[in-house]
């Protein structure tokens, strides 16, 4: 049995003042999330202040993205090493704003996946596809072309720990969820495509969905076969939404 884990990405957003209360608001709720593992992702400058908010407590945090070098002339980037000197215990990689906002390939996402790994982080690898890719047919083509630059790089053992989040593009951020279908097909194909190579790995790698999931939609989603949780965007900012989330 896989364990569900809900994940907040919070991109873009927040301020001390907001995460202080955030982070309160969701300690005081998360008592009654049973099995669930909860975890968030802040900017990285919010981290060292949402380590010290979490301490004691059994939610992990993780960072949003990753660079793809430990250490060097490389301006403006956090490694892999950085973020578990501060306690992250994942990191977001081929998130589609990255990819789609920062040119950000699967070439490159794969060395970012790798680097995370190096640094004892669990990547959170992001794949989906966009509306004309969905609607031109070719989804799983698009999902197969991302997972495979990182199993070339890595081989299929590294997604054995690894998280994998399909995020459909027209869902992120939209209020358009997948119906609980749309999504269990993809995830499916996910791991029956693994499955072909590594059967324990495709037994073991938890894959979220993400995609406008919110407390009111949760419950039918991750209540598929192959759904083990969701990566949340928007309503990860909101305590009662996200911890609606956590309990379904
Ligand atoms: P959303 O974002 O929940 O706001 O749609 C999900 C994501 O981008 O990870």
Not at 182 to 199: E, N, Y
Request: proline share 3%.
């Amino acid at each position: 049995m896989r364990q569900i884990l809900v994940a907040g990405n919070w991109k873009l957003n927040g301020s001390r003042k907001d995460i202080v209360g955030l982070i309160g608001r969701i300690l005081a709720g998360a008592g009654d999330t049973g099995d669930t593992r909860i975890a968030v992702c802040p900017p990285f400058v919010y981290i060292p202040l949402v380590s010290e908010l979490l301490s004691g407590s059994k939610i992990a945090y993780g960072s949003q993205d990753v660079s793809d070098q430990e250490s060097g002339a490389f301006t403006g980037e956090v490694s892999g090493p950085m973020l578990t000197d501060f306690g992250c215990s994942y990191a977001i990689v081929g998130h589609s704003e990255r990819r789609a906002l920062y040119a950000e390939d699967d070439a490159f996402t794969a060395r970012k996946f790798a680097a995370a790994r190096r640094a004892g982080l669990t990547p959170i690898l992001c794949v989906g596809e966009s509306l004309e890719e969905r609607d031109a047919g070719i989804t799983e083509d698009v999902v197969a072309r991302q997972l495979d630059a990182v199993i070339d790089l890595e081989g299929i053992a590294a997604l054995g720990d690894a998280v994998i989040a399909y995020e459909p593009v027209w869902a992120i951020g939209t209020g358009k969820t997948a119906s609980p279908q749309q999504a269990q097909d993809v995830h499916a194909f996910i791991r029956g495509k693994l499955a072909g190579l590594d059967k324990g790995v495709a037994d073991k790698v938890q894959i979220l969905y993400g995609g406008s999931v919110k407390g009111s939609n949760a419950a039918e989603l991750f209540a598929m076969q192959d759904i083990d949780g969701g990566l949340i965007g928007g309503a990860s900012l909101q305590a009662d939404d996200f911890l609606a989330i956590c309990r379904a």
